[in-house]
């Protein structure tokens, strides 16, 4: 059974999708199987993984707000990527029009639960599934965090927001007590560090503080291969495996857990070139 990841900050322009790009890349560079779902409008995971045009097949409302009779009827939604183990639900500019369907289909009943019961009829089929949400706050949001197991947030020091924080967390709260779940906040991490200066340990020290454990002491450098990277629409370790950004979010991946002794063998190899 596959655990699904969501990475949710309600501000923009965090590095939230290089961060679910990326962490997916090397789980499946280890061997797992991932799905990717972009629930993001601005389609920036989907161009990423080769598809410059959402798939036209794809009925979101029927997704989101119909519970699927069997596991095929969900995997006609996902995409192949030309990436080895990693598989893509297309993301498309209807998604900003699902949200308002979403919310109607709520007066009639719990669709925030219909995306967590769709993916449970897929979970065999991955390892892995990873979800980069959109920054909007919305009951397509919601719906995200009902189906996942872990959610993460990205922050940047010129960027961020404790209202927007302290208001996930209560959502997270809300819905695990109205539909009986067991949703994690598995932390925070601080992205596009630029050094290790005073400002940053000044606000590394201040977020400690603030969040304790939720805080995780693991950061995302700031390097230019993860610019280019997003410019030229390739994954950071296709792009550049050992920047500093790569070892970073490498380092971000085994802190969580998410990779066993097997496949960091595997990924020790794509590293040095044996793969």
């Given at each position: 059974?596959?655990?699904?990841?969501?990475?949710?900050?309600?501000?923009?322009?965090?590095?939230?999708?290089?961060?679910?790009?990326?962490?997916?890349?090397?789980?499946?560079?280890?061997?797992?199987?991932?799905?990717?779902?972009?629930?993001?409008?601005?389609?920036?995971?989907?161009?990423?993984?080769?598809?410059?045009?959402?798939?036209?097949?794809?009925?979101?409302?029927?997704?989101?707000?119909?519970?699927?009779?069997?596991?095929?009827?969900?995997?006609?939604?996902?995409?192949?990527?030309?990436?080895?183990?990693?598989?893509?639900?297309?993301?498309?500019?209807?998604?900003?029009?699902?949200?308002?369907?979403?919310?109607?289909?709520?007066?009639?009943?719990?669709?925030?639960?219909?995306?967590?019961?769709?993916?449970?009829?897929?979970?065999?089929?991955?390892?892995?599934?990873?979800?980069?949400?959109?920054?909007?706050?919305?009951?397509?949001?919601?719906?995200?965090?009902?189906?996942?197991?872990?959610?993460?947030?990205?922050?940047?020091?010129?960027?961020?927001?404790?209202?927007?924080?302290?208001?996930?967390?209560?959502?997270?709260?809300?819905?695990?007590?109205?539909?009986?779940?067991?949703?994690?906040?598995?932390?925070?991490?601080?992205?596009?560090?630029?050094?290790?200066?005073?400002?940053?340990?000044?606000?590394?020290?201040?977020?400690?503080?603030?969040?304790?454990?939720?805080?995780?002491?693991?950061?995302?450098?700031?390097?230019?291969?993860?610019n280019e990277s997003n410019t030229t629409f390739e994954?950071?370790?296709?792009?550049?495996?050992?920047?500093?950004?790569?070892?970073?979010?490498?380092?971000?991946?085994?802190?969580?857990?998410?990779?066993?002794?097997?496949?960091?063998?595997?990924?020790?190899?794509?590293?040095?070139?044996?793969?």
């Amino acid at each position: 059974m596959s655990e699904v990841i969501s990475l949710i900050n309600e501000k923009g322009g965090v590095g939230k999708s290089t961060s679910a790009i990326t962490i997916a890349q090397i789980l499946s560079i280890s061997g797992y199987k991932v799905l990717i779902i972009d629930l993001d409008p601005q389609m920036n995971t989907t161009k990423m993984y080769g598809q410059a045009e959402a798939n036209p097949d794809i009925d979101y409302e029927h997704l989101f707000c119909v519970k699927q009779k069997s596991k095929d009827a969900v995997m006609n939604y996902i995409t192949e990527t030309g990436y080895h183990n990693i598989s893509l639900l297309t993301a498309s500019r209807e998604l900003n029009s699902l949200i308002y369907k979403i919310y109607d289909k709520m007066k009639e009943t719990n669709v925030e639960l219909y995306l967590r019961y769709n993916l449970n009829l897929i979970k065999d089929e991955f390892d892995y599934i990873i979800i980069d949400n959109s920054p909007f706050k919305s009951y397509l949001t919601s719906c995200a965090m009902c189906a996942s197991d872990k959610i993460i947030t990205p922050i940047c020091v010129d960027n961020f927001s404790y209202d927007g924080l302290m208001s996930l967390f209560d959502t997270i709260e809300e819905l695990n007590d109205k539909y009986a779940l067991s949703i994690e906040f598995a932390g925070i991490f601080m992205t596009r560090v630029a050094g290790r200066t005073t400002l940053f340990k000044q606000m590394y020290e201040s977020y400690e503080n603030m969040f304790g454990d939720r805080f995780l002491p693991v950061s995302i450098r700031n390097c230019i291969a993860v610019n280019e990277s997003n410019t030229t629409f390739e994954p950071l370790l296709t792009y550049d495996k050992r920047c500093p950004a790569s070892l970073d979010y490498i380092e971000l991946v085994n802190y969580l857990g998410l990779m066993d002794n097997k496949h960091f063998r595997e990924l020790a190899k794509y590293l040095k070139g044996e793969k």
